[in-house]
């Protein structure tokens, strides 16, 4: 059964950073569009990034443009979201998925979520 493990959440003050991990078991990460959503309490679901086959991303969360990056490693089959310059409200669990074929749709398949919490 193809699982994603999502990791690298944590505790960071204000203007730190923290880079997310997502691995997969049973699953080839760069034969789909991988992303990140986060979910905060009493809040929508939202989009954060997302990389597709071709290596190509995009960002759908406007206050996290220019602070977080998505980026793959196809050797270690992984996809990681380094996020800087931290803010209270980037507080959050954020959880990998796989879209099937582009950055949009249904997911297929999601990480159990890594908390981020963003205080001081």
């Known amino acids: 059964q193809p699982q994603l493990v999502d990791s690298g959440g944590g505790l960071v003050q204000p203007g730190g950073s923290l880079r997310l991990s997502c691995a997969a078991s049973?699953?080839?990460?760069?034969?789909?569009?991988v992303g990140w959503f986060r979910q905060a309490p009493g809040k929508e679901r939202e989009g954060v990034s997302c990389i597709n086959k071709s290596g190509i991303s995009t960002d759908f969360l406007n206050s996290a443009k220019g602070r977080f990056t998505i980026s793959r490693d196809i050797a270690k089959n992984m996809v990681y979201l380094q996020m800087n310059s931290l803010k209270p409200e980037d507080t959050a669990v954020y959880y990998c998925?796989?879209?099937?074929?582009?950055?949009?749709?249904?997911?297929?398949?999601r990480g159990q979520g890594t908390q981020v919490t963003v205080s001081s």
């Open positions: 998925v796989t879209y099937p074929r582009r950055c949009e749709g249904l997911y297929e398949y």
């Open positions: 049973d699953l080839i990460l760069n034969y789909y569009a």
